[in-house]
């Protein structure tokens, strides 16, 4: 049973306009969670975190909400940049230092 | 190094033979953790590891799969007698454990291909 979802395999957006990506969450202890981006043949890199303490984590054109009561984060970009297109993995986290879950990814495509 | 580095970036090997892969973790960090990405599907929990603690081995598909840790810096991940279903992007990703702004650095990845 998948732990993390994000239940958009794939996203299309217009240059300039808002990309949301969504990513759902089954298990209540999770209280620390990542963005990452990957780009084809390279190693997924860091965006932006979120730690259960707060719901909106802000840098720069990224956004990241949480809503602990629905198990849901969200993230904005806004503008969105044709060099935004990539896939984006939310990961969460139980326990300081313990291991991450990922999920499958949404392939998100900013169109010029 | 500056980043984390796997090797080799491409791999292929026929199947039943033995492979291993290696990955040198950002210096200082104290976990280490193997990922691997099959085509089309997400990021897939191998194994942790941190510090000197015994490691957590939950996500291993199976028993031909094994992976150390030597002196708390350098891993290898081995697979014994390949099968064309480990053809996979295994990804290496370090971090620092303590502090609040926690976050995994990954590798380029290898790219394994069993024929």
């Known amino acids: 049973d998948q732990q993390v979802k994000q239940n958009s395999p794939s996203l299309s957006v217009q240059e300039g306009r808002i990309s949301i990506l969504n990513c759902d969450y089954t298990n209540s202890m999770f209280d620390y969670f990542l963005w990452y981006k990957k780009y084809p043949a390279e190693g997924p890199t860091f965006l932006i975190s979120?730690?259960?303490?707060?719901d909106k984590n802000e840098d720069g054109r990224f956004t990241v909400f949480l809503n602990k009561s629905a198990k849901h984060l969200s993230l904005h970009i806004v503008p969105s940049q044709p060099g935004d297109s990539a896939v984006y993995f939310c990961a969460a986290s139980a326990i300081r230092g313990q291991n991450f879950v990922f999920g499958p990814g949404t392939r998100l495509s900013v169109l010029p | 190094g500056a980043g984390v580095s796997q090797s080799p970036s491409n791999k292929v090997t026929e199947k039943g033979k033995d492979v291993e892969l290696r990955c040198d973790p950002i210096s200082g960090h104290t976990a280490l953790y193997w990922y691997r990405q099959s085509l089309g599907q997400g990021l897939e929990f191998l194994i942790y590891?941190?510090?000197?603690?015994?490691?957590?081995k939950s996500g291993l598909p199976s028993d031909r799969f094994s992976a150390e840790r030597t002196g708390g810096s350098v891993s290898t991940l081995t697979i014994q007698r390949t099968q064309q279903e480990d053809s996979a992007v295994y990804l290496c990703?370090?971090?620092?454990?303590?502090?609040?702004?926690?976050?995994?650095?990954f590798g380029s990845g290898t790219q394994l291909s069993v024929l």
């Open positions: 590891f941190q510090g000197n603690s015994a490691p957590d």
């Open positions: 979120i730690s259960s303490i707060k």
């Open positions: 990703a370090s971090s620092l454990v303590f502090g609040f702004n926690e976050k995994l650095f």
